[in-house]
């Protein structure tokens, strides 16, 4: 469909669990940086992993948002014309999207095992991930159908030797040379699911999202999703990445921290205690008392959230 105007933001969790404060953190800061411009919210249920993402945890992770009084405009319960909202509903888009990029001569069978990536000799990024080698790159086509009859492959994106560089609008500039940081990168895994770097792009550009507000985890993954615009020919939105949060302890929260869940929050504190408490920590409430989303609009801007990483101190929830 066609937007045109108004700024246009979304949430876009992956219901793998309850949501815990990090996730909510993300939807307080788009909401509040699209409500400020009176922009439209979008949800969308990134569901790709329906095997982790029942949608029982979409439905609870939808009343969630909508305790905290977090509201969209467009996605499940809402309407919109650019439906359906739940990714595992939306695989035909991103098998166009493929086909496009074979046609360009830009995707190749991958048949390496877990076991074989990680042995290869490609060195590892500072996130853990492992840089692909190229292996399966090098296959003569006949070579990759006698292996596709005893495997099914996944299929990656051949990447240029380029640098690519963007400005986030709250980090700064980032750049990455995806052959050398990252290597030719998953499309489809071998089991057929499509992977999250298509189909996020994908989904932004055919819901006319122009402002993508989410964790500095996924700033390395953006130089990906900028070629795939680029090859594909969407338009980009501005991309705001903020500091993540962390536990007591320094680690990264998962789903498995129970206190961070909000099944454990909401029996005991109320919405506005969970979002005043997390504007706190994100420099924009003065103090930790409750505020509502819709109060906090007054106070948030973009220069009050700090750069580096968030740690939660102990017995703040
Ligand atoms: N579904 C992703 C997550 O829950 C977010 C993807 C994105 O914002 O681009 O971490």
Redesign the pocket.
Known sequence: MEHTGTVRGRF???PSGRIHLGNILCCLLAWLSVRQRGGRVILRV?DLDTARCPRRYAAQMEEDLRWLGLDWDEGPGAGGADGPYYQSRRTALYQAALERLTDLGLVYPCFCTRAELHAASAPHREDGQVVYAGTCRRLTAAEAAERARLRSPALRLRVPEEEIAFTDGHMGVYRENLARDCGDFLLRRSDGMFAYQLA?VVDDAAMGVTE?V?GAD?LSSTPRQLLLYRLLGLPVPSFIHFPLLLAPDGRRLSKRDADAGLDSLRDRVAAAEVLGRLAYLAGFNPSAEPRTAEALLEDFSWEKVPREDIRIPAGLF
Do not use: F, G
Request: hydrophobic content about 50%; aromatic content about 0%.
């Open positions: 876009a969790p992956s990134e996020v993508v989410r996924l």
